[in-house]
C-alpha cells in the first residue's frame, strides 16, 4: 500500500503548498465563519473571481504575445496520481475506522479512553466556538506542523541524501 506524503520534490516546494492551502482556509472561514455565507455563495464569489483573473491574464497575454497551451489533455493528471489520490484517502478512512472498531470493542482500554477524552473535547470545543472557528484553528495547526517537518536541517533534500562536502 502506498503511503501519503506531504513532501515535495522541489527545495522550498513544501512551504509554498502550505502557504496556499493556509490562504483558501482562510478563504473559506472569512466566508462562511465570519459573513455568515453559505458555501454555494463561496464557490460563486470564486467562480467569478476565477473568470475575471483568467479574462485579464488572457489579455495580459495577448498583449505580450505569450502562448498559453489550451489543449485539455495537458492539463489533465495522470492514472497513477489519481490512484495515489484514492488511495492515500482510502488509507486514512480505513485507519480510522479500525482505531474506532477497536475502541469500541473494549479490548484495548487506553485507546478507549482516548478515542472518549477527544470526542469530548470535541463536543467541548463546539460548544465554545463554531465549526467554522475549530475547522481553521485546525487548519492552521496542520500546516504550522507541516512546515516545521519540512523545515528541519537534517532533513534528507531530493538529490538523494548525497551533500557535496566541498
Same mark, same amino acid.
Given at each position: 500500500?502506498?503511503?501519503?506524503?506531504?513532501?515535495?520534490?522541489? @527545495?522550498?516546494?513544501?512551504?509554498? *503548498?502550505?502557504?496556499?492551502?493556509?490562504?483558501?482556509?482562510?478563504?473559506?472561514?472569512?466566508?462562511?465563519?465570519? *459573513?455568515?455565507?453559505s458555501?454555494?455563495?463561496?464557490?460563486?464569489?470564486?467562480l467569478?473571481?476565477?473568470?475575471?483573473?483568467?479574462?485579464?491574464?488572457?489579455?495580459?497575454? !495577448?498583449?505580450?504575445?505569450?502562448?498559453?497551451?489550451?489543449?485539455?489533455?495537458?492539463?489533465?493528471?495522470?492514472?497513477?496520481?489519481?490512484?495515489?489520490i484514492?488511495?492515500?484517502?482510502?488509507?486514512?478512512?480505513?485507519?480510522?475506522?479500525?482505531?474506532? !472498531?477497536?475502541? @469500541?470493542?473494549?479490548?484495548?482500554? !487506553?485507546l478507549?479512553?482516548?478515542?472518549?477524552?477527544?470526542?469530548?473535547?470535541?463536543?467541548?470545543?463546539?460548544?465554545?466556538?463554531?465549526?467554522?472557528?475549530?475547522?481553521?484553528?485546525?487548519?492552521?495547526?496542520?500546516?504550522?506542523?507541516?512546515?516545521?517537518?519540512?523545515? !528541519?536541517?537534517?532533513?534528507?533534500?531530493?538529490?538523494?541524501?548525497?551533500?557535496?562536502?566541498?
Amino acid at each position: 500500500m502506498e503511503e501519503c506524503s506531504g513532501g515535495s520534490t522541489a @527545495a522550498g516546494g513544501g512551504g509554498v *503548498r502550505w502557504g496556499v492551502v493556509v490562504v483558501c482556509g482562510t478563504l473559506v472561514y472569512y466566508h462562511c465563519g465570519w *459573513r455568515d455565507a453559505s458555501l454555494l455563495s463561496l464557490f460563486a464569489d470564486v467562480l467569478i473571481v476565477l473568470l475575471c483573473s483568467l479574462s485579464i491574464l488572457g489579455l495580459l497575454f !495577448r498583449h505580450l504575445n505569450i502562448s498559453v497551451p489550451v489543449d485539455p489533455l495537458e492539463w489533465q493528471i495522470s492514472q497513477d496520481t489519481a490512484n495515489s489520490i484514492i488511495a492515500c484517502l482510502a488509507n486514512t478512512v480505513g485507519a480510522t475506522e479500525s482505531v474506532l !472498531r477497536v475502541a @469500541a470493542t473494549g479490548h484495548d482500554k !487506553r485507546l478507549f479512553v482516548k478515542v472518549v477524552v477527544f470526542l469530548y473535547l470535541l463536543s467541548a470545543m463546539g460548544r465554545v466556538a463554531s465549526g467554522a472557528t475549530i475547522a481553521y484553528t485546525g487548519l492552521c495547526a496542520f500546516c504550522l506542523y507541516e512546515l516545521v517537518k519540512n523545515s !528541519r536541517p537534517g532533513r534528507n533534500d531530493s538529490s538523494g541524501g548525497t551533500q557535496d562536502s566541498s
